[in-house]
């Protein structure tokens, strides 16, 4: 699996090849995009992205319940990698039954066949990868849709950067990620601190840490974080715990947040280690922040002789799930 994180550059490469083949017509009151796990981290990204950028709102559904304002002008991007995902594939029934253009990000499965019946626009991703390994090209399609169809969150020439930026700096990252890896290995409770608005980074990163690892961890951002949780640390039922932190260097408010909480775990006598994401853009820092935690996490794994893409519980719920 290390060699399916490291081969990130050509997934981007093919993504960008199809730049431009999806486009939706609008207008747009709202922009829906629809998954659960690694394919539903892709719409938290495209929020991230689009917070600055975007005057139409983009929200992300990772439950069967479609928001009430879904309508004929929802931009409704329906993301799974396998195309069988139940709870996406009921959204996506309820958008469509609500007038909501649908556009499908999907390796195959029946969400291709739901598209294919309906006439739907398809940007397909490539089979055989697990869901959370094909993020890149799914984040890549998803820009591209929206970059063609007149909501530009990331341009062609930022994403074809981005990529630049993870060909030269691939095995610095990896073993970046080896000694984050080291670090992670330990029987003390993993916590994944960041600041607003980066919570999809530390999110993704659990997740990875979650399926590829099977460790539990715990994600903090702050300044929420600052609200609640802070008081949760001075007396916590769990025993230990150690803190990977990232922050990103071009929000110095941010950083300050983030030195604050490093400053409460360490006076505990906690180990942290702290991290400023890199990026040519806001692209590259998605994809350097992914790339680094993907690759930490399948290194913990094998640290612990155990299969990173083996996801059995995952597989009885989707079975249980139907
Ligand atoms: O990474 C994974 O394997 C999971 O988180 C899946 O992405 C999740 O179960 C949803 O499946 P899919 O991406 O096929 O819709």
Redesign the pocket.
Known sequence: MRGDYLNWPRLVEDALSKWGSVSVEGPFENIVVS??????IVGDVVKLLALERLSVPVEVVKSHIVPSYVSARTLFVS???????HE?LLATARALEKGAKVVAITSGGLLEKLATEKGLPVFKTPVGL???VSFPHMLTGVLGVLDSSGLTVASRAEVEDAKRQLEREAGEIASEASSLAEFAYSRELLVVATHSPLEPLAVRAK?EFN?NSKIVVKVDVAPEWMHNDIVGYEKPLFDEYRVVAFYDPDDQAGRGLVEFMVGEHERRGRRVRVLALRGVNKVGKVLYAAMLFGLASVELALKRGLDPAA?ES?ARY?SAAG
């Open positions: 998954g659960m796990g690694g394919s539903g993301v799974s990698y396998s195309g069988n995902t996406t697990l869901p959370r997740s399926e996801t995952i989707k």
